[in-house]
């Protein structure tokens, strides 16, 4: 019942380590600890960020566990609250 209501995924954005050159693809898998918890939508250079993406991942994942892509390391940034789906209904 603990997850009833809630997606089983979260949305994040990646701060990508700007020390490679190369972006991740679409689809590229995220790994944290050695295990795939997740994969990349799509990824691009911001003007000001640098390179970011947009991943999926585990609700289960700490919201400060570092990701890694293709090799290159990621910071992740909560665009979707961990405790969304705790829906109360109003009674009317």
Avoid at 10 to 32: F, T
Avoid at 59 to 73: F, H, K, M, N, S
Wanted: net charge negative; proline share 10%.
């Amino acid at each position: 019942m603990h997850t009833l209501g809630r997606p089983p995924r979260r949305l994040v954005r990646l701060h990508l380590d700007g020390s490679a050159d190369a972006l991740p693809a679409p689809g590229s898998p995220l790994l944290a600890e050695g295990r795939e918890v997740g994969f990349v939508g799509g990824s691009a250079r911001h003007h000001e960020l640098g390179p970011i993406a947009l991943g999926l991942i585990k609700r289960t994942v700490p919201t400060d566990a570092e990701l890694v892509v293709g090799g290159i390391a990621a910071a992740q940034e909560a665009l979707v609250d961990p405790e969304i789906g705790l829906h109360v209904r109003p009674a009317l």
